[in-house]
């Protein structure tokens, strides 16, 4: 099993962050001549074609909060109805579409997301307080034949590492029959846990320059954080599914397609500052990308293998 690089890359924002601050807001990159960012393919396999997402919702979710989440699933496939309208959701996604498939074929890699099936955990049937292991098995029951499962927890559930060192991961596991592996991802809604960290920019950051929030486009801070770290590792296990895909860094601890760009959302971005986003001048809601039933949604730059730099929709 292993894990995404999301944790790293929080951790890298963090310490930028704070090193920003004691710095008085010089740019580093005027002091330290940056290295240039490139994520190396490894030659493993990645997720392409139909894409099947799966999800599993655990603990208590209510019908609005859930309706967040597979809107922007349903957004990241373009054929459906309002996913087109610029900037997109979709086209979004479409960066990932730059990444040629294997270092030695022509093309790139074509994953169409369908949203699968759904279940629901109220019950919370193995507790409050999880491991990582738990997250795996959550994953399995909920069919390997999925194309990657998303387990998501209550803001009620702990989980191991959650806010101490991550937000989310992805990992993948061995189907019973032996034949072949499968993807699953495990994000945490953080409204009561740690907003600042998992939430941000809706939250005031735990840490750094204490910069005014945020307006959520769909009215839930901890559900708007789970929608930015579904989007970061969606993109991290399509292009690094099993730890031999495209990163930068070492296997255990990798930088993906979104979390090699950590902290940025739009043009400009820097340390503390998501970047110039769009503001819906009726409600002043903060968004980057348009989504179906006239969803707005906030997703993290991607890492652009054509230009070999963090590409953001505005």
């Not at 002043?284 to 890492?303: D, E």
Request: charged share 10%; with cysteine; net charge positive.
């Amino acid at each position: 099993m292993r894990f995404s690089g999301y944790e790293f890359g929080l951790r890298a924002l963090v310490m930028v962050i704070l090193v920003q601050a004691c710095m008085g807001g010089r740019k580093l990159t005027a002091l330290v001549q940056q290295p240039p960012l490139v994520l190396s393919y490894h030659n493993g396999a990645l997720l392409e074609g139909d894409l099947t997402i799966s999800l599993v919702w655990y603990g208590k979710f209510s019908p609005s909060q859930r309706a967040i989440v597979t809107d922007f699933l349903q957004s990241l496939d373009p054929s459906i109805k309002g996913a087109a309208h610029t900037p997109s959701v979709s086209s979004w996604w479409a960066t990932l579409h730059k990444y040629p498939p294997a270092a030695t074929k022509a093309g790139a890699i074509k994953a169409t997301v369908h949203l699968g099936t759904q279940h629901i955990d109220r019950a919370y049937s193995m507790g409050h307080s999880l491991k990582r292991a738990h997250i795996a098995k959550l994953a399995a029951k909920a069919g390997v034949s999925a194309g990657v499962v998303v387990v998501l927890t209550a803001p009620d559930v702990t989980v191991d590492g959650f806010c101490m060192s991550s937000c989310g991961f992805h990992g993948s596991g061995v189907s019973p029959n032996g034949k072949g592996k499968y993807a699953y991802i495990w994000v945490g809604n953080s409204e009561t846990q740690c907003p600042g960290q998992c939430a941000w920019p809706f939250h005031q950051p735990m840490f750094g320059p204490q910069t005014p929030p945020l307006v959520a486009p769909n009215g839930d801070v901890g559900v708007e954080g789970m929608v930015i770290n579904v989007a970061s590792l969606l993109a991290g296990t399509v292009t690094n599914p099993f730890g031999n895909g495209y990163f930068q860094g070492t296997a255990s601890a990798p930088l993906e397609a979104a979390s090699a760009c950590p902290g940025a959302y739009g043009n400009g971005a820097f340390p503390g500052y998501p970047g110039n986003l769009l503001v819906d001048k009726v409600t002043g809601v903060s968004y980057n990308a348009n989504g179906v039933n006239g969803r707005k949604y906030l997703l993290p730059a991607l890492w652009d293998p054509q230009t070999k730099s963090c590409s953001t929709l505005v």
